[in-house]
């Protein structure tokens, strides 16, 4: 099967839609303006972060895609570089949503009813099918990015570094702060359903990938949703965003506003990591094409030589040949 024509940069960014939001504009009404929901408020405090980010992504993703690059190692590095993120964030939501509601020793009645409100909330934003941290590993696996690679990123990262100092300790800083969680998986999640179908389509069509299996089995699946009901012959990405979005709304109406503040204030720092990891992925990203641009400019250099020795090891036999054949008993004479 043929694969579509590259498009330019320009085309690229033109064709790319929000990565996050996809709701309609607002409609200008007489009629009481309804109390902000913290899905709008995150929306609209996170949108210049968005953009920003949303502009540098459309211009630099031709870059990990022919004819600007001819390998899947830039656009697996790049994905790596968020596995820490999603692996970090997914066991702590795991801990906290999942974990029973035993009362620990010295802790008072009071202290056990909050840790069940905290979990019962964040209980209602875990969705198996929403999980990413499993499916990434795979591809990175199918991708064969090495193990030590995926260490060294998380190793020698900066900005995965300070994140990850800096969100465990904001974890624990108190009771109810497990709850930054939600943020981390409205920014995080609807991400992918939004701007990430775009780019998923992007990958599957300009990298050269194995047809031995669907992209969505192996190396994409980062990209793909199982539906919520594997048995429900209706059920598709957008049931299992439309189910995540109620929940989130429904559960957005049981915090208080500090709460919802500090929520609003991590999707900012969300946005802020995702930031710093694309600028180290344009750093790389260039080390990566010279060399890879390099390793080119030496293969056709030794192609270029192997020819001509081709050409004078040709020639000497020749000359060997031309020189044994006894020419006169063949009736050929040497007209000087």
């Known amino acids: 099967m043929e694969r579509p024509t590259t498009p330019t940069i320009t085309e690229f960014a033109s064709s790319a839609p929000p990565l996050i939001s996809d709701s309609p504009p607002y409609s200008v009404s007489t009629t009481p303006t309804p109390e902000p929901t913290l899905a709008s408020v995150i929306n609209t405090s996170t949108q ?7 502009q540098r992504i459309t211009r630099l993703l031709p870059l990990c895609l022919p004819p ?14 968020f596995l820490p993120i999603y692996e970090t964030f997914e066991e702590a939501l795991k801990k906290y949503a999942v974990a029973s509601g035993v009362v620990g020793v010295g802790q008072g009645l009071k202290e056990s009813e909050e ?34 690679t995926l260490t060294q990123i998380r190793n020698q990262s900066p900005t995965v570094q300070l994140w990850l100092q800096s969100f465990q300790s904001r974890l624990e800083s108190n ?20 701007g990430g179908r775009w780019m998923r389509k992007q990958f599957f069509d300009g990298l050269d990938l194995p047809t031995d299996s669907p992209a969505e089995d192996k190396y994409l699946s980062f990209w793909y949703f199982d539906p919520p009901a594997p048995d429900d012959l209706h059920a598709s990405e957008d049931t299992l965003k439309d189910m995540y979005k109620v929940n989130f709304a429904t559960v957005s109406t049981l915090l208080t506003e500090e709460e919802k503040e500090e929520v609003v204030r991590e999707a900012g720092r969300i946005f802020d990591v995702v930031s710093g990891i694309v600028d180290e992925l344009e750093v790389k990203g260039d080390v990566m094409r010279q060399k890879e641009k390099r390793q080119f400019e030496i293969w056709a250099v030794g192609v270029t030589i192997l020819g001509l020795v081709a050409v004078y090891v040709s020639m000497t036999i020749l000359r060997g040949i031309y020189n044994y054949i006894d020419w006169d008993r063949w009736g050929y004479y040497d007209l000087d």
């Open 175 to 194: 009771k109810s702060t497990p709850l930054i969680l939600l943020a981390y998986t409205y920014v995080l999640y609807l991400a992918l359903f939004a």
């Open 115 to 148: 840790q069940e409100r905290i979990r019962d909330i964040l209980r209602q934003v875990y969705i198996p099918q929403l999980l990413r941290t499993q499916r990434m590993k795979e591809d990175m696996r199918f991708l064969k990015l090495r193990l030590a």
């Open 48 to 54: 210049h972060a968005h953009t920003k980010i949303n």
């Open 68 to 81: 600007y690059s001819s390998k899947t190692e830039i656009y697996a590095w790049g994905v790596a570089h």
